[in-house]
């Protein structure tokens, strides 16, 4: 059973970065596309970036274009998304997902069944 915990989470303030880690255990993400999503309160989940497996595809939300990067290390079993020049907007819990998805080009949350417990990040001063 595929296991997906997220890490990095924290407070940092507008124009500063944070990296996340969605490190898997049970099975291999080899095989898998990987979502990071994310909630701010009051607000429906949102799909900010999704990594594909066959040709390394990248999605990007519109909002986080040019700021966040999505990668991924089959070889540690984890997927990272670095965020910089972070906004207050960017403020949520953000959640990684994990599905068998060939060549998938979207990042949709009702397509992922697998989901870490999330880490939150708050952008303040």
């Known amino acids: 059973q595929l296991q997906l915990v997220e890490s990095g989470g924290g407070l940092v303030q507008p124009g500063g970065s944070l990296r996340l880690s969605c490190a898997a255990s049970?099975?291999?993400?080899?095989?898998?596309?990987i979502g990071w999503f994310r909630q701010a309160p009051g607000k429906e989940r949102e799909g900010v970036s999704c990594i594909s497996t066959e040709s390394g595809g990248t999605y990007y939300a519109d909002s986080v274009k040019g700021r966040f990067t999505v990668s991924r290390d089959n070889a540690k079993n984890t997927v990272y998304l670095e965020m910089d020049n972070l906004k207050p907007e960017d403020t949520a819990d953000y959640y990684c997902?994990?599905?068998?998805?060939?060549?998938?080009?979207?990042?949709?949350?009702?397509?992922?069944?697998?989901w870490g417990q999330g880490t939150q990040v708050t952008v303040s001063s």
């Open positions: 997902a994990a599905e068998v998805l060939s060549w998938y080009t979207l990042c949709v949350p009702a397509d992922f069944r697998s």
């Open positions: 049970g099975l291999s993400l080899d095989n898998y596309a």
